[in-house]
């Protein structure tokens, strides 16, 4: 039987695997130990268990285990990477460079930088939200440390040329950190075969618990280190101190030991179920699909149905679905998606965006019955609208003078 | 974000959805908004010349709940009045009825917009000045 709410906002969050839980509960109640604690059973317990999840995620990501910081999420792993390189190089140099689709985490830290004098440059993307690699190259300066560039986008899925970008990286010198809180445990991320010199991600997006994720840093060719952003006890080899978060490690590790054992099989399913849902919603006139659709991830659509506005549209099913729009009317700040503008999209196709993220938990009736329920929507809302109108006229309403207000 | 039941109401049971004939003479149409802006209004009156009443009103909304129970509320309010009580209706009538909050505030500008300039085409329509009103400072 269909259970209402459908969940499909799992690039936002996704819910935690039960077998995730299950491993964490005895963290909580019975080995509730410090793993900074060196002297007594609870310690020597906790420590164990952070070991063997530092080794579940690293295997994952195919890292060492030593490489591995546990942080509380990939916005502090963000600032602790970008931050942390930028400090621990300055003698280098002062420059990064990033791209305009980032994830705010990522775009903000730069920003600051740039407030402490850092220079940071900001690559467009072209329409289907890849980077260009000759853009990227013809921005390193002799003053480079960083490039970073994230692996797949939070909004429309997009997976950026990552072995591209870190081969260029590599041939000028320049680190690359890259945020892959969208891709580790969706798709194949190898830090090795990736090039990779610094990546957060963190376990809530991977069905493992909130509050918990990693800063990979790169041991080997190149050694790199990161200037600690907190003081304190001198965890995690210097560059995060905190008690270590024990239980959400231990789920973190559980987690990304079932994302690589039910990848495969999970992407198959799933990207199945995306491509069902985006064939059928794309059967509605004036429907388009925003980024890339071959370098992509398997489980995310975003879709644009053009003069409906996307609020409104999610109003009218919101109880029942759970999905997140690129409208400004959802967010405080009345400004649509800087993700889809950054694609060349008019605001007007902006505020008209769906994204859908599915999961390991979707199942074919709740795309069936999110395709009837979005496209009924679509249709009433059409009919109510003044642009559809216009449009079905065959009125070109670029050409009209909007009274701005 | 939570809506009033009064928005969800207007939502999912929109008053006078449609299109009148914006050529004839006793129809004022007022266009509002913009695409780029995430709504547009357009609201229809229909006027009968003898009385100065509002005898149909209609509308088209692009946008987000708020924007088309403000627009459904502001033709539910236009029938039956005369234009010049129409002229009174004021964007803050809205916000309370609605319940909206300070963010959807501007829908119940462009609600009030949209019966000013629908008043203003049937007046102009008609041979009569088009009325100047302050701008509304909002967006």
Not at chain 1, 242 to 252: A, D, E, Q, R
């Amino acid at each position: 039987m269909l259970k209402l709410p459908i969940y499909l906002d799992n690039n936002s969050t996704t819910p935690m695997d039960p077998r995730v839980l299950e491993a964490m509960t005895p963290y909580f109640l019975e080995h509730y130990g410090n793993a900074a604690s060196r002297n007594h059973p609870f310690g020597w317990q906790a420590e164990e268990a952070v070991d063997y999840a530092r080794e579940q995620i690293a295997k994952l990501i195919g890292a060492d285990p030593k490489e591995i910081i546990f942080t509380s999420g990939a916005t502090e792993g963000d600032n602790l990477g970008i931050k942390g390189v930028y400090e621990m190089y300055a003698s280098k140099g002062n420059h990064i460079i990033t791209a305009t689709t980032e994830h705010k985490a990522v775009l903000d830290t730069c920003k600051h930088i740039e407030k402490t004098g850092g220079e940071v440059t900001y690559l467009q993307v072209k329409p289907d939200g890849l980077i260009d690699l000759k853009e990227l190259e013809a921005a390193i300066r002799p003053t480079t440390i960083l490039i970073a560039i994230m692996y797949a986008n939070n909004e429309i899925g997009t997976v950026q040329p990552i072995r591209e970008i870190s081969a260029i990286a590599k041939k000028h010198g320049v680190l690359l950190f890259t945020d892959a809180v969208q891709a580790v445990g969706k798709v194949p991320v190898d830090v090795n075969k990736d090039g990779i010199d610094l990546m957060a991600f963190t376990a809530h997006k991977m069905y493992g618990p909130k509050g918990v994720g990693a800063l990979y840093v790169r041991r080997k060719n190149p050694r790199v280190k990161v200037t600690a952003q907190m003081d304190g006890g001198g965890h995690e080899r210097g560059m995060r101190s905190g008690t270590l978060n024990v239980p959400g490690i231990v789920g973190f590790g559980k987690a990304c030991e079932l994302c690589m054992q039910d990848m495969e099989a999970d992407t198959k399913r799933i990207s199945k179920l995306r491509d069902k849902l985006e064939t059928e919603l794309m059967k509605l006139e004036e429907a388009y699909i925003n980024g890339s659709t071959e370098h992509r991830l398997p489980h995310v659509t975003n879709i644009s149905f053009k003069h409906v506005e996307g609020e409104g549209l999610l109003m009218g099913f919101n109880k029942n679905i759970a999905l997140s729009s690129g409208s400004a009317c959802t967010s405080a700040s009345l400004e649509p998606s800087y993700v889809l503008k950054a694609l060349g999209l008019g605001d007007d196709l902006a505020h008209s965006s769906l994204r859908f993220g599915l999961g390991r938990f979707t199942d074919e009736e709740q795309i069936d019955y999110t395709v009837k329920a979005i496209s009924e929507t679509v249709i009433k809302l059409r009919d109510m609208s003044p642009l559809w109108e216009m449009y079905k006229e065959g009125i070109d309403l670029s050409k009209i003078e909007w009274a701005a207000h | 974000m939570a809506y009033s039941e009064k928005v969800i109401d207007h939502y999912q049971n929109p008053k006078n959805v449609g299109t009148l004939d914006k050529n004839s003479k006793n129809v004022g149409t007022g266009l509002v908004g913009a695409p780029e802006c995430g709504d547009v209004m357009r609201l229809q009156i229909e006027v009968d010349d003898a009385t100065g009443m509002i005898t149909d009103a209609k509308f088209k909304t692009f946008g987000c709940g708020s924007a088309i129970a403000s627009s459904s509320l502001a033709t539910e309010w236009l029938k039956g009045k005369s234009i010049d009580e129409a002229l009174t209706v004021d964007n803050m009538d809205f916000v309370e009825e609605l319940n909206l909050p300070p963010v959807k505030i501007h829908c119940s500008v462009l609600a009030e917009d949209a019966i000013k300039s629908a008043i203003n085409d049937y007046r102009v329509k008609n041979g009569m000045d088009s009325i100047k009103f302050e701008e509304s400072v909002v967006h």
